[in-house]
């Protein structure tokens, strides 16, 4: 089992910036690719960015790709999702996800979540 909670969401105009953060507790957090996804209102979630367990390899949907960065310190258990460059449509919940040892690209093959937190980018 693992606990994922992510913190640092909230309102930003556009071509502003947040930081996520996603702590994580339970099983040994540094043996697992971690990602983050987001769902907007009436859409289905969707993959946004990923890393591998040593940093090695990131993954990122091209409509982040340059604009976001994720990053990992397996010292303190968290995955971080630098966002710049805010756009209106990057508004949504961003989720903390845990998955297997290589990068996943599809939600439904990550195996645990955080609860999510809001983002949201006003034009």
């Known amino acids: 089992q693992v606990q994922l909670v992510e913190s640092g969401g909230g309102l930003v105009q556009a071509g502003g910036s947040l930081r996520l953060s996603c702590a994580a507790s339970?099983?040994?957090?540094?043996?697992?690719?971690m990602g983050w996804l987001r769902q907007a209102p009436g859409k289905e979630r969707e993959f946004v960015a990923a890393?591998?367990?040593?940093?090695?390899?990131?993954a990122y949907a091209t409509s982040v790709k340059g604009r976001f960065t994720i990053s990992r310190d397996n010292a303190k258990n968290t995955v971080t999702l630098q966002m710049n460059s805010l756009k209106p449509e990057d508004t949504a919940v961003y989720y903390c996800?845990?998955?297997?040892?290589?990068?996943?690209?599809?939600?439904?093959?990550?195996?645990?979540w955080g609860q999510g937190t809001q983002v949201t980018v006003s034009s």
């Open positions: 890393i591998t367990t040593s940093s090695s390899t990131t």
């Open positions: 339970g099983r040994a957090f540094g043996s697992y690719a």
């Open positions: 996800a845990s998955g297997g040892q290589s990068i996943r690209l599809k939600p439904g093959e990550y195996d645990y």
